[in-house]
């Protein structure tokens, strides 16, 4: 599988565009249960190389999150931008970000954590596995 055509350069008002873009993906993702709370974490590719993510901060409810509640990271998931305060930290789950953004070219990561997917039944490791796919037991 062929990779994407490298991402055109960055400039203020694409980084603008893809963070407002990124609060409304969150939004409708959260509207539909897909996120709830601060669970699951988002991100987008903002440049390939080197590698630059604009991803969601720690810590942030996703149905309200604004431009502000996100930060830029690199490399390993190493906080480029958006970093001021001792309490500011990138989602807990960047470095997969990354991984996932370098390895595959891909323009966004969403890392959701719905509850029919998260809900253990019965106490079945594999129960929400189950219960995702539609099925119960």
Known sequence: MPLPAPLAPLTKAAAESAAAG???????????????GTGGNL???????????LITRSGVHKRHLTPADLMVVGEGGRAIEGTS??????SAEVALH?????????????????VPA??????????AMR???????
């Open 85 to 90: 305060g001792d309490s500011v930290k990138p």
């Open 98 to 114: 990354a991984v996932i953004a370098a390895a595959t070219g891909a323009g966004a990561v969403l890392h959701v954590h719905s």
């Open 131 to 137: 219960c995702s796919r539609g099925s119960r037991g």
């Open 22 to 36: 990124l609060c409304e993906v969150a939004a409708a993702l959260a509207a539909q249960g897909w996120c709830q």
């Open 43 to 53: 991100s987008v590719t903002l440049e390939a190389s080197p590698l630059r993510l």
């Open 118 to 127: 998260t809900r253990r039944e019965g106490g079945s490791p594999c129960a």
